[in-house]
C-alpha cells in the first residue's frame, strides 16, 4: 500500500489559502529561479566589494571627530566639509544635527594631536558653528584600534558560524547544517556588498547588528527544518511524493508564520530607522537599524528561496530518497 504526505484540500481563494497556511507555491520546483537571482545578487555583491570595496567607519580606520553642541545654527555640512577642507585635510564627513544646534565632523587621523593641524581644524569649525574652541569635543582613534575591531569581529563570525553548524548537525543532520551555512553565507555577501555598493558606512553598530540578523535568518531557517524533518520522516520506498515535494508542502505551512514574523520585525526596525533616525535627528540609531533592516530582509528571503531548495538538492543525492524520485517520476511517465 503506498503511502503519501497528505495535507487538507485547499479551499478557498489565493489569500485565503494563504493565510491559512494552504498555499501551494512551487518554491522548490523553482530551485534554478531562486539560484539564479541568489547568484545575481552574490556576484554584484562581491563586484561591487572589489570595486567599491567598504566604506569602514573611524573606530576601523582609524581618525579624528569634532563633536559641536550648543551651535548658533544657520550653516550646513557642506559648509564645515568645505571648511575643514580648506585647512588641508581630505575626506572629511560632516552631519548637523538638531536643528542647527549640534554638528560632527569626522577626518583621518590628524598628523598630531594636539598640534597646529588640529588647531587648524578646530578653529574653522568654530568659526563655522559660531561656538568657542572650548566647546568642540574631540575624540581620536588610532588605526591600531581598527584593526584589533576587525580581528574581534571576524572571530566573532567564525565562532558563531562553528557553532551554528554544530548545533544543526546534531539537532537535525549534517546536510541541514551545510544547507544553513550556504544561507548564512548568501546573506552575509549579499548584505555586506550592498552596503559596497551603497556605500553605507561600516561601524561597530553594523558588525553588531550583521551577526543579530544572521541568528534572525538562522531562526527562521531552523523553523523551516524542523517541519521538513517532522514531515518527511514518514517517507519510505512506497511513498508517492518525492523529498522535494514534501518539502516544499513543509514549507508553505510555515510561510505565513515566516513572513508574519518578517513584517512584525521588519516595522518597528523600520520605524527607526526612517522616523527615529531620518526625522527626528536620532543619527546614533541609523547604523543599527540600517544594518538590521537590510539583513532582516535578506534574511527573509534567503530562508524561503535558499535554504530549503539547498537542502532538497543535497538530500535527493541521497540514494535512498534519490531512488524514491527515480520510481516516481518513472511512475508518472517522465522518464522513459
Same mark, same amino acid.
Request: charged residues 20%.
Given at each position: @500500500?503506498?503511502?503519501?504526505?497528505?495535507?487538507?484540500?485547499?479551499?478557498?481563494?489565493?489569500?485565503?489559502?494563504?493565510?491559512?497556511?494552504?498555499?501551494?507555491?512551487?518554491?522548490?520546483?523553482?530551485?534554478? /529561479?531562486?539560484?539564479? #537571482?541568489?547568484?545575481?545578487?552574490?556576484?554584484? %555583491?562581491?563586484?561591487?566589494?572589489?570595486?567599491?570595496?567598504?566604506?569602514?567607519?573611524?573606530?576601523?580606520?582609524?581618525?579624528?571627530?569634532?563633536?559641536?553642541?550648543?551651535?548658533?545654527?544657520?550653516?550646513?555640512?557642506?559648509?564645515?566639509?568645505?571648511?575643514?577642507?580648506?585647512?588641508?585635510?581630505?575626506?572629511?564627513?560632516?552631519? =548637523?544635527?538638531?536643528?542647527?544646534?549640534?554638528? @560632527?565632523?569626522? &577626518? $583621518?587621523?590628524?598628523?598630531?594631536?594636539?598640534?597646529?593641524?588640529?588647531?587648524?581644524?578646530?578653529?574653522?569649525?568654530?568659526?563655522?558653528?559660531?561656538?568657542?574652541?572650548?566647546? *568642540?569635543?574631540?575624540?581620536?582613534?588610532? $588605526?591600531?584600534?581598527?584593526?584589533?575591531?576587525?580581528?574581534?569581529? #571576524?572571530?566573532?563570525?567564525?565562532?558563531?558560524?562553528?557553532?551554528?553548524?554544530?548545533?544543526?548537525?546534531?539537532?537535525?543532520?549534517?546536510? @541541514?547544517?551545510?544547507?544553513?551555512?550556504?544561507?548564512?553565507?548568501?546573506?552575509?555577501?549579499?548584505?555586506?556588498? #550592498?552596503?559596497?555598493?551603497?556605500?553605507?558606512?561600516?561601524?561597530?553598530?553594523?558588525? *553588531?547588528?550583521?551577526?543579530?540578523?544572521?541568528?534572525?535568518?538562522?531562526?527562521?531557517?531552523?523553523?523551516?527544518?524542523?517541519?521538513?524533518?517532522?514531515?518527511?520522516?514518514?517517507?519510505? %520506498?512506497?511513498?508517492?511524493?518525492?523529498?522535494?515535494?514534501?518539502?516544499?508542502?513543509?514549507?508553505?505551512?510555515?510561510?505565513?508564520?515566516?513572513?508574519?514574523?518578517?513584517? &512584525?520585525?521588519?516595522? $518597528? =526596525?523600520? %520605524?527607526?530607522?526612517?522616523?527615529?533616525?531620518? !526625522?527626528?535627528?536620532?543619527?546614533?540609531?541609523?547604523?543599527?537599524?540600517?544594518? !538590521?533592516?537590510?539583513? /532582516?530582509?535578506?534574511?527573509?528571503?534567503? %530562508? *524561503?528561496?535558499?535554504? &530549503?531548495?539547498?537542502?532538497?538538492?543535497?538530500?535527493?543525492?541521497?540514494?535512498?530518497?534519490? +531512488?524514491?524520485?527515480?520510481? #516516481? +517520476?518513472?511512475?508518472?511517465?517522465?522518464?522513459?
Amino acid at each position: @500500500m503506498s503511502q503519501t504526505i497528505t495535507r487538507g484540500p485547499a479551499t478557498g481563494g489565493g489569500f485565503k489559502r494563504f493565510f491559512t497556511n494552504q498555499s501551494q507555491f512551487d518554491f522548490v520546483g523553482r530551485s534554478r /529561479m531562486w539560484a539564479l #537571482i541568489s547568484l545575481v545578487l552574490i556576484a554584484v %555583491s562581491l563586484l561591487a566589494l572589489g570595486v567599491r570595496q567598504l566604506n569602514f567607519g573611524i573606530d576601523f580606520t582609524g581618525g579624528t571627530t569634532f563633536i559641536v553642541t550648543g551651535a548658533a545654527g544657520g550653516f550646513g555640512a557642506e559648509d564645515l566639509r568645505e571648511a575643514v577642507g580648506a585647512t588641508g585635510v581630505d575626506e572629511v564627513s560632516a552631519q =548637523v544635527v538638531d536643528g542647527g544646534e549640534g554638528a @560632527m565632523v569626522t &577626518t $583621518p587621523s590628524i598628523e598630531e594631536v594636539g598640534g597646529e593641524q588640529q588647531d587648524r581644524v578646530l578653529d574653522a569649525i568654530a568659526e563655522v558653528a559660531g561656538v568657542e574652541r572650548g566647546e *568642540i569635543d574631540v575624540s581620536a582613534v588610532g $588605526p591600531r584600534w581598527g584593526e584589533q575591531i576587525s580581528r574581534q569581529a #571576524i572571530r566573532a563570525l567564525v565562532v558563531f558560524l562553528v557553532l551554528v553548524a554544530l548545533y544543526i548537525a546534531i539537532r537535525f543532520e549534517w546536510r @541541514m547544517a551545510l544547507a544553513a551555512l550556504v544561507t548564512l553565507a548568501h546573506d552575509v555577501i549579499v548584505t555586506v556588498g #550592498i552596503y559596497a555598493l551603497v556605500g553605507f558606512q561600516v561601524t561597530p553598530a553594523s558588525v *553588531i547588528a550583521l551577526l543579530t540578523i544572521l541568528g534572525y535568518s538562522l531562526y527562521d531557517t531552523v523553523v523551516v527544518f524542523d517541519r521538513v524533518t517532522e514531515d518527511t520522516a514518514r517517507l519510505s %520506498s512506497v511513498s508517492t511524493q518525492t523529498y522535494g515535494e514534501v518539502a516544499n508542502s513543509s514549507l508553505n505551512e510555515v510561510l505565513i508564520r515566516s513572513l508574519s514574523t518578517s513584517v &512584525t520585525s521588519l516595522l $518597528p =526596525v523600520g %520605524s527607526l530607522l526612517f522616523i527615529g533616525a531620518t !526625522l527626528l535627528g536620532a543619527e546614533t540609531l541609523s547604523d543599527l537599524a540600517l544594518a !538590521l533592516f537590510v539583513g /532582516m530582509a535578506i534574511g527573509t528571503y534567503s %530562508s *524561503i528561496a535558499v535554504a &530549503t531548495p539547498a537542502l532538497v538538492w543535497l538530500k535527493e543525492r541521497e540514494p535512498r530518497y534519490a +531512488e524514491l524520485k527515480d520510481k #516516481i +517520476e518513472t511512475r508518472r511517465g517522465r522518464k522513459a
